[in-house]
């Protein structure tokens, strides 16, 4: 059986996907060429920008790197040692 997350956990996600999509704007890039960049797929990005999914550890990896910013920038949280 599936278990629906708490709203709290749905918020971060939210939060997530809006800097990425914040940073994909400030970039002056399409969704379409940031997928292509970070080597998934558009829908998945589409997905994780809007919140509606959960995004993979590595995936969040490939978009910070082709969106050339820190991983710590797009979940929010500071780096470690820092």
Request: glycine share 8%; with cysteine; aromatic share 4%.
């Amino acid at each position: 059986m599936l278990r629906e997350h708490p709203n709290w956990v749905k918020q971060k996600r939210r939060e997530v996907g809006a800097r990425i999509r914040g940073r994909r704007l400030h970039a002056n890039l399409t969704q379409e060429k940031l997928a292509e960049r970070s080597t998934i797929d558009r829908r998945t990005l589409q997905r994780i920008e809007a919140g509606e999914s959960d995004p993979r550890y590595g995936d969040l990896l490939l978009i910070a790197e082709a969106l050339d910013v820190p991983f710590a920038d797009l979940v929010g949280c500071a780096p470690a040692g820092g």
